[in-house]
């Protein structure tokens, strides 16, 4: 069973590349689980609904590895095995079942053009930027599930989707609004500066700091001069590019591929159509669909008299999804729509193009045929390359996972070390590190080889590691050689930096005092600050119309800047302020408010999205306190392993 375990999770990236390509990014995901049943203790019930162990888990491992590919070296797997980031991701996914049990209890839906259409749009479905079948099916089966299963779960996320999306959709600025915020986002300061650097002189760089005082810095801060913890791993690695090819492929099996997977180098023929729906509920009585079919017959007759079927469907069709849109379901290939209905549409041509009323489970359509794209593809010498890499790579891989097996049972058999492995294999050991959790170069620059390097099997029992997969098609095993632990570093190490660290402070002390005169003398004595400042030596600048997002003279003293209180009418006042490099006397002189441009519609549009989308933030924010409040929220925390 340990065996299998280790063997099954050689196919773990292989398998999480090709569910993350599926993953459709809707504002709310994750629904599928909450349509099936699971075991397991609960974590989590949502009214009637449960959160099961199982549930979370997958979720979680799901999300962390989505992080993990997303943050890449800078991902850290001990701050994802904390408590609080399961917490979080718990009450994400109660949110989820709370939107999922509001959009179903409003009743909404969503049509099949519209689910076809979002279906056919995910690119892991597409061959050249064009809708497959064949791709469609394989990818499905890859990960366990029939079209009817995965086209529910995405007729689930639609439908929760619009929730939240209707929200955002009806959140508008008002123009006070606008006006208020292009005033505060586009205002800009006018200022006279003095800037006081902190300077390091050479008398404390040489020598100005004590010995007692070294000391005793280095003392008060032992987490600024801490080693870092770091391994030093051996490793075996395994390529599937690296496998001997094997016997090439015939041609008559390359040809039986062709003809088995025409479909992948053959574009069927589609058309472009439009419809109009006449809604009729399954259950509705022979009277009801009769009277439908007859408003459908009479607007087909309309159509084909000359009255525009666009017009026609924006006003008489109930398919909510393409009624705006003149009834358009963009283009169609076979096998997207129901029987009935793509028979009648094939059934059309260009010089009758409007059909009969067609009957589904939805009611009566009328269909219009707009264009037609001829059906197109490759020759079998066309596709021969494509076949043949297929059938190297498919080689390439099946030897491999042998040889894959066969190193893992040879592990298994001593897991104390590598060399009997690499021998039996013609494989080399090699090292890496020292590196630590950060990561390094070469394979320590991958996330998963770091984080096996830091697990308790390798680094606290110095066995051999599970497989790593690098690719695909590779994987590494290691094994500890040199732990590394973090340590403070001795002093005679880090003096530099502690003499540096506090020569800088003492720098910055004495240009905030000086800033502190030349202000106590600006506002006791006569002389304007630009004389005081020529009179100590140090220059004076004064900068118009600053902008709250210049780095210019500093970014650090712009920011403090825009902290400052408007100045009182007709006058000014005096402060010292902190700058990136040390600090300034500054005198604030005025305020202008940022106005729209009124000759510049985009950037008014640009605003007022940005202030709707912040709007519709907090309305969803509102929205899900409200349902948390009125929900029955159980949590059983204690089952969050």
């Given amino acids: 069973m340990v065996l299998q375990s280790i063997r099954e999770r050689l196919t773990g990236v292989m398998a999480f590349t090709i569910l993350g390509i599926l993953v459709i990014p809707f504002a709310f995901v994750g629904v599928n689980q909450y349509f099936t049943s699971s075991s397991g203790n609960l974590v989590a019930k949502v009214n009637d609904k449960e959160i099961t162990y199982n549930d979370f888990n997958q979720s979680f491992s799901d999300y962390r590895r989505q992080m993990q590919s997303l943050m890449g ?15 979080q991701h718990l009450d994400n996914m109660i949110d989820q079942q709370l939107i999922t049990q509001a959009a179903l209890s409003m009743g909404l839906d969503v049509d099949d053009a519209t689910l076809s259409e979002k279906i056919r749009s995910i690119p892991a479905f597409q061959i050249d930027g064009k809708f497959n079948p064949d791709v469609y099916q394989s990818r499905l089966t890859v990960q366990g599930l029939t079209p009817k299963q995965f086209e529910r779960d995405v007729r689930s996320q639609v439908i929760i989707s619009q929730l939240p999306q209707s929200i955002g959709q009806g959140s508008i600025a008002t123009p006070e609004e606008l006006k208020d915020f292009v005033a505060l986002v586009n205002q800009s300061r006018t200022f006279g500066a003095v800037m006081v650097p902190a300077q390091v002189s050479a008398e404390t760089a040489d020598g100005g700091v004590t010995d007692q005082e070294i000391d005793d810095w280095y003392k008060a801060h032992p987490d600024a001069y801490q080693s870092e913890e770091q391994v030093i ?4 690695e395994l390529d599937a590019a690296d496998m001997p090819a094997g016997a090439p492929p015939t ?20 058309r472009k159509v439009a419809h109009i729906l006449i809604a009729v509920a399954p259950d509705a009585d022979e009277a009801v669909k009769e009277t439908a079919r007859q408003k459908a017959e009479d607007l ?9 079927f666009a017009e026609l469907a924006k006003e008489y069709s109930q398919d909510k999804g393409s009624a705006a849109e003149g009834g358009d379901l963009g283009w169609i290939e076979p096998g997207v729509m129901v029987k009935t209905f793509e028979d009648a549409m094939y059934k059309l041509t260009m010089d009758h193009p409007i059909s009969d009323p067609v009957q589904t489970s939805f009611g009566w359509h009328v269909i219009e045929l707009e264009d037609v794209r001829e059906a197109s593809g490759m020759t079998f010498d066309e596709a021969r390359p494509t076949l043949l890499r297929e059938y190297e790579d498919e080689q390439a891989s099946r030897a491999f996972l042998e040889q894959a097996d066969r190193l893992v049972d040879l592990i298994y058999e001593d897991p104390t070390t590598l060399d009997s492995a690499a021998e039996q294999m013609g494989l080399k050991v090699q090292e890496a590190g020292p590196f630590g959790r950060e990561g390094g170069a070469g394979i320590a620059a991958n996330p998963e080889v770091v984080k096996t390097a830091f697990s308790d099997l390798v680094l606290l029992q110095g066995s051999v590691s599970d497989p790593v997969n690098l690719s695909e098609d590779s994987l590494v095993m290691i094994k500890l050689k040199k732990h590394l632990p973090a340590a403070l570093k001795p ?8 003499v540096a660290t506090l020569s800088q402070n003492r720098a910055r002390d004495e240009a ?23 009179d100590a030596g140090l220059e004076y600048a004064r900068f118009e119309d600053v902008q709250r997002t210049s780095t210019e003279p500093d970014a650090q003293l ?33 305020v202008k408010d940022g106005v729209l441009d009124s000759g510049n519609p985009q950037v008014r549009q640009q605003y007022r999205r940005y202030l709707a989308n912040a709007s519709a933030s907090e309305e969803v924010a509102a929205l899900m306190q409200q349902l948390r409040a009125v929900a029955d929220i159980q949590v059983f925390e204690e089952n969050i392993k």
């Fill in 491 to 498: 002093l005679d190490e880090v003096r530099g930096q502690v």
């Fill in 73 to 87: 070296a800078s991902f850290d797997p001990e701050e994802f095995d904390k408590l609080t980031a399961k917490r």
């Fill in 251 to 270: 041609e008559d099996y390359l040809k039986q591929q062709f003809e088995s997977q025409k479909a992948r180098f053959v574009t069927p023929e589609q």
């Fill in 233 to 236: 791993i051996q490793y075996i």
């Fill in 300 to 308: 087909a007759k309309r159509a084909r008299g000359g009255e525009d």
């Fill in 512 to 534: 905030q005092q000086r800033a502190e005169e030349l202000l106590k003398a600006a506002r006791e004595g006569s002389e304007p600050l630009e004389k005081v400042a020529q």
């Fill in 558 to 590: 712009v920011k403090e800047i825009f902290r400052l209180p408007r100045p009182a009418e007709g006058g000014s006042d005096k402060v010292v302020l902190p700058t990136g490099k040390g600090f300034a006397v500054v005198v604030l002189e005025s």
